[in-house]
């Protein structure tokens, strides 16, 4: 069965460090990846996705995450966080052709000033 | 425009009763998928309903039914409720072939089972 792995629970940062999240999913095949974001008080909301092509992908507010295949990661990241940015995020995959999304447990990300 | 609306907000119930969830769909999208999502854990699917009709399922017992009417807003049915069916309940529509990128998630509905 496919599933997603998110390494980080909880992670705590200042303001302008950088950010690495993991992510790792087990399937063989084909997979569609995402991140989704859930600022408090909010609604899940994509942050990126990727299909095909590049396997680096940019998504909205500066954050982009790297596909390799060969390690069956998608490792989200940003160059420098802000205040704004503390939120849960959630690595998810699906399979083509269907909507059904398998997501990690996420990481509860928080910025200080 | 409307985005995905569910109530009610939040609900308790004991154990064994029945408990129904109910979505409406953001204007336009005619595909409604439910997700459960427990404390400290990621979404998990449910099903997803288009034309009424039930198109994929997740790993949930037959305790978990839903329902989708013309006007393509959606139930989710939970018979002989347990404590572990505490969860956030999430709604999330999408047009039919659209992608699971364009599914569009509501604030959810909080159950707790007593």
């Known amino acids: 069965a496919q599933s997603v792995s998110q390494h980080n629970h909880h992670v705590i940062l200042s303001e302008a460090a950088s950010l690495e999240l993991g992510c790792n999913y087990s399937y063989g095949g084909t997979v569609n990846l995402f991140w989704y974001v859930q600022y408090p008080g909010q609604h899940l909301q994509l942050l990126l996705k990727?299909?095909?092509?590049?396997?680096l992908v940019k998504g909205i507010k500066g954050f982009e995450a790297e596909f390799i295949k060969s390690k069956f990661s998608f490792n989200l990241r940003k160059p420098s966080v802000q205040w704004s940015d503390t939120a849960e995020y959630f690595c998810a995959v699906s399979r083509p052709n269907t909507d059904k999304l398998i997501f990690g447990t996420g990481t509860r990300l928080q910025v200080f000033p | 425009d409307a985005g995905v609306t569910q109530s009610p907000t939040h609900l308790i119930k004991t154990r064994g009763q029945q408990v129904t969830l109910r979505c409406s769909p953001k204007s336009g999208h005619d595909t409604v998928s439910w997700y459960q999502q427990a404390l400290g854990q990621g979404p998990q699917f449910i099903f997803q309903?288009?034309?009424?009709?039930?198109?994929q399922r997740g790993n949930f017992p037959d305790r978990f039914s839903g329902h989708q009417f013309p006007n393509y807003s959606s139930e989710l049915n939970v018979n002989a409720l347990l404590l572990g069916d505490s969860a956030l309940y999430l709604c999330?529509?999408?047009?039919?072939?659209?992608?699971?990128?364009?599914?569009?998630f509501g604030p959810g509905t909080r159950l707790t089972v007593l």
């Open positions: 999330a529509s999408s047009w039919v072939g659209a992608g699971p990128d364009t599914q569009y």
């Open positions: 309903y288009y034309e009424e009709e039930e198109r």
């Open positions: 990727y299909f095909s092509g590049d396997p």
